[in-house]
């Protein structure tokens, strides 16, 4: 082509080279100084792009704004959409279908050589701008496969091959790419247009067809110093991780009565340990993530980029989804682990004589249904929790939504909740959506959390102080062994002696206490606590599961003094029977001290076994220990004890 060179210098150095160039005349370079913020109040808050124009003689067509105007863009909108591609910091994504004949008939085969203008002192500068061309092959001497050059074209309708059956080539995909520099902030490299050309064929014309074209904007930093300070976070917050999860482990191995170590014990140990790592990933991701927020929302010269498609983000990925895995293991294991509890309710009820009008004498039966109801509002607070889902997810819902606080989540520094409604819109980014989502989520499960401790077990209702109440009313003990020697108490025998009763009865025995005319409720004389932590002693364990194995395992008939009642049952029935009898039997003559190798203290637990939930003195074979529990201990056991796991569960959930 013949150049007309008269807008230039007369220096023919000052030329635009048509030659292809090397990467290292295209990237890596430091010579523009120049400062960009993300103000796009300001000229620095925009990429001012330049081109100037050639037609295909080389006729020169003049100088045009494209970041004013959009002239690189295959796809057409309103000025003010196309202009936000150059706003600097902005990812910007548009992508349209356009008709081959459009092509061919409506577009010029023009040529574009664009440059970056920017002022220096009052003066006006040019930085040339490098494309490069991904389905231009031409290996170099250095072995690159890319072409870099100077000068790039949207339709070329004028070249093609009749007999390959092209017509031309378009456009198909331009992608601009901007890395920011680590030795300065708000400084930059060249930018780097990508562009990717795809043909027009004779039969695409024929059938009038239509073909895609995309403008992406992405910009880039160098993240070796933040994956490596990330790295460092993981570790030391991963060691202090597993001196936790070994403290853990030890607490269990003496709970569940294990001496060595076995296959049971590694599962356990690898489950903690899933636990603690889901945790510190969260917490990891959370902080990282809000950092990028609050830093790109609020810097004004360039010094953070969000990461796009590289070590850090995929870095970022796998830290999430290593977090949700690991966390639904715990999950799994928290459920597996409520099904496994023995629990026991032991009836403090005794038969009563009664006579009837003739004089004769008799017994009356204990009720079971005390007994069943107990056991139903156990059943009712197993899934109670500190938060409420619906609650939670509505709220959630409603700031996102309602509110539109998603439009921070958008990978554009100045996005407001109440954005101008252009045609192209910031796409979300991955790790700002995870903080928006998340830090809402957290926020108002802290609210509710607050308000479940501080307002509603207060002073509208505690189910957990409701159940212990239910106990002692009901005069049934709640026996919970939550590991093999360890589990929880729940002292409800009645003061009263008795509660199968009529309403009357019932209320003057409830008067009778509120006068102060009973004994308190606690476990021992005069005290009141009613709720334990307790470790069990050996002997205690193997005569349960004595007891336990006959009617689970199908023992001797014993129905030869069975009542005619209980006769008349099946003998699997009877011997469950006779076995829950004799369990009721036992763990309440252990309650009251009346087997010699089998017996407990009752105390205080020390400050730092409370603190590391843990005993240190090792399981007595006779002696077990009753630890007073001013609160319910027993949730450990339940979804409201192990709100932690569950909330952290959900915020995954939910961002994914």
């Known amino acids: 082509f013949e150049r007309d060179t008269s807008v230039f210098s007369r220096d023919i150095s000052t030329v635009p080279a048509l030659r292809r160039l090397t990467p290292t005349e295209v990237l890596g370079r430091t010579d523009l100084n120049y400062d960009f913020t993300v103000d796009p109040a300001k000229d620095s808050g925009w990429l001012r792009v330049v081109a100037f124009k050639f037609s295909a003689n080389g006729t020169f067509l003049g100088k045009v704004d494209v970041w004013k105007t959009g002239e690189l863009q295959v796809c057409k909108s309103d000025v003010r959409s196309m202009r936000q591609a150059w706003e600097f910091g902005r990812e910007y994504r548009l992508s349209c279908s356009v008709r081959v004949r459009e092509l061919v008939h409506q577009w010029d085969t023009v040529f ?52 390959a059956g092209v017509i031309g080539t378009y456009l198909s995909r331009l992608e601009l790419t901007v890395s920011a ?30 073909v895609t074209s995309v403008l992406n904007t992405r910009y880039t930093h160098n993240y070796r110093q933040v994956n490596r300070s990330l790295g460092i976070a993981v570790g030391v917050i991963g060691g202090l991780g597993m001196v936790y999860v070994v403290l853990k482990i030890n607490s269990w191995r003496k709970r569940a009565g294990g001496v060595t170590i076995d296959l049971f014990m590694i599962l356990k140990f690898a489950i903690f340990w899933f636990g603690i790592t889901a945790n510190i990933f969260f917490l990891i991701i959370l902080i990282v993530s809000l950092y990028w927020l609050i830093a790109w929302r609020n810097q004004d010269v360039l010094f953070i980029l969000l990461p796009y498609n590289n070590k850090l983000n995929q870095a970022f990925l796998a830290y999430f989804a290593t977090a949700f895995s690991c966390k639904a293991i715990e999950i799994i294991h928290l459920v597996t682990s409520q ?5 026991f309710f032991i009836d403090w009820e005794r038969p009563k004589s009664t006579s009837n009008n003739k004089g004769e004498s008799g017994v009356q039966g204990v009720s079971i249904w005390r007994t069943y109801f107990v056991a139903n509002e156990w059943n009712e607070i197993q899934t109670i929790r500190k938060t409420n889902i619906f609650v939670q997810l509505f709220s959630v819902l409603f700031f996102l939504e309602v509110l539109n606080f998603k439009q921070f989540a958008r990978a554009d520094p100045n996005s407001e909740r109440d954005p101008q409604h252009y045609e ?23 609210v509710q959390y607050l308000f479940e401790i501080l307002v509603y077990t207060r002073f509208i209702e505690d189910p957990f102080t409701q159940f212990v109440d239910l106990c002692s009313i009901s005069n049934v003990s709640t026996f919970i062994m939550s590991q093999k020697l360890f589990g929880y108490y729940i002292h409800g025998r009645s003061v009263h002696g008795f509660a199968d009763a009529n309403l009357a009865q ?53 129905a030869g003094g069975a009542a005619a009642a209980d006769a008349q049952l099946e003998p699997g029935m009877r011997k ?78 939910f961002t994914m």
């Open 112 to 163: 574009l050589d664009p440059y970056l203008e920017y002022e220096v002192n009052g003066q006006t500068q040019l930085y040339s701008v490098a494309i490069r061309v991904t389905n231009t092959l031409a290996e170099d001497t250095s072995g690159n496969m890319y072409s870099y050059v100077r000068r790039l074209h949207l339709v070329d309708n004028l070249s093609g091959s009749r007999t």
């Open 181 to 210: 520099r680590l030795d300065s902030d708000g400084k930059i490299f060249p930018p780097l247009l990508t562009a990717t050309y795809a043909s027009l064929t004779a039969d695409m014309y024929n059938s009038d067809g239509v």
């Open 339 to 343: 099904t496994m509890c023995d629990i």
């Open 424 to 446: 192209v819109e910031a796409p979300f980014h991955e790790i700002l959506r995870f903080a928006v989502g998340a830090s809402i989520y957290v926020l108002i499960g802290i």
């Open 506 to 558: 019932l209320a003057l025995l409830m008067q009778k206490e509120e006068n102060d005319l009973r004994g308190q409720r606690g476990l021992l004389p005069d005290t009141s606590t009613q709720v334990f932590e307790m470790t069990l002693p050996r002997t205690l364990r193997t005569a349960y599961n004595k007891l336990y194995s006959p009617p689970s395992q199908g023992g001797k008939d014993n």
């Open 576 to 653: 469950s029977i006779e076995g829950y009898k004799q369990l009721n039997n036992f763990l309440a003559a252990f309650i009251n001290r009346d087997i010699g190798d089998c017996d407990y203290e009752v105390r205080d637990r020390p400050l730092l076994e409370r603190v590391l939930d843990m005993e240190f003195a090792d399981v007595s074979e006779t002696k077990g220990t009753f630890y007073n529990d001013d609160g319910h201990g027993f949730d450990q056991i339940l979804f409201y004890g192990n709100e932690m796991s569950l909330f952290v569960f959900d915020v995954l959930l």
